[in-house]
């Protein structure tokens, strides 16, 4: 049984940072690539960041590059998303997802086979 459970999220001010952890299991981690994706009210669930099983390939959302930091621990099969110069619009339920099989970074959301039951980030003004 595959699990995937998001850690870290929190309340912070703008400016801040904080780090979010997803820690997998039932899978062989390295045959997978990662991805976080977020989703604030009333708005779709949108790509974050993603890195492949090798950490050669990682993709960003424009709105995050240069802020968000996407790695991963495949011995500790864990996936981290290192998120700074946070802003309000930031604020939402942040998914981590695994896709099997993929060779790269994966930006899609319809390509991924699992997800985590999400952790909450809020960032006030």
């Known amino acids: 049984q595959v699990q995937l459970v998001e850690s870290g999220g929190r309340l912070v001010q703008a400016g801040g940072s904080l780090r979010l952890s997803c820690a997998a299991s039932?899978?062989?981690?390295?045959?997978?690539?990662m991805g976080w994706f977020r989703q604030a009210p009333g708005k779709e669930r949108e790509f974050v960041a993603s890195?492949?099983?090798?950490?050669?390939?990682?993709a960003y959302a424009d709105s995050v590059k240069g802020r968000f930091t996407i790695s991963r621990d495949n011995a500790k099969k864990m996936v981290y998303l290192q998120m700074n110069s946070l802003k309000p619009v930031d604020t939402a339920l942040y998914y981590c997802?695994?896709?099997?099989?993929?060779?790269?970074?994966?930006?899609?959301?319809?390509?991924?086979?699992?997800w985590g039951q999400g952790t909450q980030v809020t960032v006030s003004s």
């Open positions: 890195i492949n099983w090798s950490f050669s390939s990682t």
């Open positions: 039932g899978l062989i981690f390295e045959s997978y690539s």
């Open positions: 997802a695994a896709a099997w099989g993929r060779r790269n970074a994966v930006r899609n959301r319809g390509e991924y086979d699992y």
